[in-house]
T-cell receptor, first 112, second 114 residues
Framework: EAQVTQNPRYLITVTGKKLTVTCSQN?????MSWYRQDPGLGLRQIYY???????DKGDVPEGYKVSRKEKRNFPLILESPSPNQTSLYFC???????????FGPGTRLTVL | GEDVEQSLFLSVREGDSSVINCTYT??????LYWYKQEPGAGLQLLTY?????DMKQDQRLTVLLNKKDKHLSLRIADTQTGDSAIYFC??????????????FGKGTHLIIQP
């Protein structure tokens, strides 16, 4: 089954404690993205990657890091989380085609 | 910069048609999308339209694109309770068909009245 998986699905942490949210896709897609969703703001792109070792900033990259060492994985790293990073995070993957956008189930992060 | 605007709420009676509107600013967008998000779930791609098309129909869904006014709409015929969700309008960034990311609107909550 074609899918994008994210782990963990829920996470409560404290300010400053480094964390990683994993994202994996099994469709051999070149493109992957991270978004955050906040009430009243919709989804905003954090980072995206066009292929292995190729990443670029989206609209709200501050406070986040990503890496793309393998095609299937695109982890999101928060080196020093802060409460304003409390949000719902979505990973997505696609080929270079309009109908192949797949979103993961989301990770709800709370930073205390 | 890129911006996508849509109204936050729409209330319709079951069985009526729903029309969700969206305006966008990036005239270079190759594709425009409609996504559906049910409570507690991820995003589901409903449909998309290429920027050189005016209309696309897919079963109960009709997408209309007015490129001159940068206006996109999604019509859902015979709205059912299962259509209750948040609907996001999105435009592709650059010419990559959306693969290098999308710019989303804030979402329209579709509320179905019995």
């Amino acid at each position: 089954e074609a899918q994008v998986t994210q782990n963990p699905r829920y996470l409560i942490t404290v300010t400053g404690k480094k964390l990683t949210v994993t994202c994996s896709q099994n469709m051999n897609h070149e493109y992957m993205s991270w978004y955050r969703q906040d009430p009243g703001l919709g989804l905003r792109q954090i980072y995206y990657s066009m292929n292995v070792e190729v990443t670029d900033k989206g609209d709200v990259p501050e406070g986040y890091k990503v890496s793309r060492k393998e095609k299937r994985n695109f982890p999101l790293i928060l080196e020093s989380p802060s409460p304003n990073q409390t949000s719902l995070y979505f990973c997505a993957s696609s080929r270079l085609a309009p109908d192949t956008q797949y979103f993961g189930p989301g990770t709800r992060l709370t930073v205390l | 910069g890129e911006d996508v605007e849509q109204s936050l709420f729409l209330s319709v009676r079951e069985g009526d048609s729903s029309v969700i509107n969206c305006t966008y600013t990036d005239s270079s967008s190759t594709y425009l999308y409609w996504y559906k998000q049910e409570p507690g779930a991820g995003l589901q791609l409903l449909t998309y339209i290429f920027s050189n098309m005016d209309m696309k129909q897919d079963q109960r869904l009709t997408v209309l694109l007015n490129k001159k006014d940068k206006h996109l709409s999604l019509r859902i015929a015979d709205t059912q309770t299962g259509d209750s969700a948040i609907y996001f309008c999105a435009e592709s960034r650059g010419s990559g068909g959306g693969a290098d990311g999308l710019t989303f609107g804030k979402g329209t909550h579709l509320i179905i009245q019995p």
